[in-house]
């Protein structure tokens, strides 16, 4: 694609590196056969070249982001399933990103949409302000039909039955082990920890048995991709900063990884490399990247047991920031068969749920379309549990699907000797359980 940009307008970075991701394209529209919102709505403009056009124009001529350009790039998903599919390498993820952040700083939304998105910002990052309004959310779902806004009744649908109690396992400390044959950092996140702490409590478990020793560093937090696809940079790199200077000071001491078990913040954080760049952290956030490991490739790394044949079929939800984000596809399920899961894949396994961050928030009747579609494909093939290595798609695919669905660890910890998941219990007890960890 032939661009226009000024030596000048070269000269900022984020236009650099826009410059060269639009001149990849070649227009061939691959991207539309893969693309979520393209399928659904049927408009070019909602598809990634589309779009493309759209960043194009609006950062050649630094024009005002107009209402019909916002619209179409706060429809996508960033689900990047165009990435994969794309054969001459457009890295549409750093040019939709920088776009986000070009409209956040020259856009001015409704007064709606700039409380809405200031509210999220402020609460999801924050494990204990996003418990608050959890509770808040439950105590206003009886009231939720007197509410005109389709988005808030979207976050007060989000909050779960239960909320799980604070787990002190992602307190700063260190999980030692007897026979040691690596140092990991567990990320423990920020919105998972309010919603389900199952999860780090599993891979805690399973890791340490596998002869890991687990360190949560102290000062960590939230990885800073809600506000970074929100285009809030500079409070995206305010908490991604806390993090690369937490792991910095244990890789010091010796680290071989740093584990991740939401997709969508190994995402980001394999992406700091990048984010920072042009800053003072950038040598460390390089460093942070080359060994941020989804959880999946440190169980593949570690000898787990293979385990005996069960009679259970488990349907494996690939997750997009796992998929096309980080280009893990077999790993999941690799690991659940060896672990003795019959292990099933529903069609179209490449489309996105909806979830997608804050967008089933944000955009909800387009998310709830793509989790009824996920929702139909996943529940055809008759599973006994839905497997998953997201908390937002967990939470997207949970709220529609009768078929319990639980994290993809907590699964591969039960295998090799942890308790039963307490999310296959769907219709059991509903009090929450003090987590185990061995």
Known sequence: MQTTFTPEQLTDPGTSRANDILRACVHCGFCTATCPTYQILGDELDSPRGRIYLIKDMLENERVPDEKTVKHIDRCLSCLACMTTCPSGVHYMHLVDHARAYIEQNYKRPLSDRALRWVLARILPYPYRFR???????????????????????????????????????????????????????????????????????????????????????????????????????????????????????????????????????????????MFRNSDLAANAARVSAI??????????????????????????????????????????????????????????????????TYNLMQPE????????????????KPDIIAAGNIGCMMQIGSASETPIVHTVELLDWATGGPRPAGLDRNGPQTPQVPILR
């Open 132 to 274: 608050l309004a959890l509770l808040g959310a439950k105590m206003g779902r009886p009231f939720m039909r007197f509410i005109p806004d389709p988005r808030l009744r979207a976050m007060i649908e989000m909050a779960p039955k239960v909320i799980p109690p604070v787990s002190c396992n992602d307190d700063p400390q260190t999980f030692h082990v007897a026979d040691k044959k690596m140092r990991v950092a567990l990320m423990t996140g920020c919105a998972q920890r309010a919603l389900n702490t199952d999860i780090n409590d599993a891979t805690i478990r399973l890791l340490t048995r596998l002869g890991a020793e687990v360190v949560i560093p102290k000062g960590q937090g939230c990885c800073g991709a809600l506000t970074h696809h929100m285009g809030k940079e500079t409070e995206s790199h305010v908490t991604a900063a806390k993090n690369i200077r937490a792991w910095v000071a244990e890789m010091d001491a010796g680290l071989d990884a740093i584990v991740i078990n939401t997709s969508g913040c190994g995402t980001t954080v394999k992406d700091y490399g990048h």
């Open 292 to 357: 941020a490991l989804d959880v999946s490739e440190v169980l593949m790394k570690l000898d787990m047991p293979e385990g005996s044949a069960k009679d259970t079929k488990v349907a494996y939800h690939a997750a997009c920031s796992l998929q096309h984000g980080q280009q893990i596809k077999t790993h999941p399920k690799t690991l659940l068969k060896k672990a003795g899961f019959t292990v099933l894949e529903p069609a179209d396994s490449h489309l996105c749920c909806g979830s997608a961050g």
């Open 366 to 381: 387009i998310s709830g379309q793509l989790r009824d579609r996920k929702v139909q494909t996943l529940e055809a093939l």
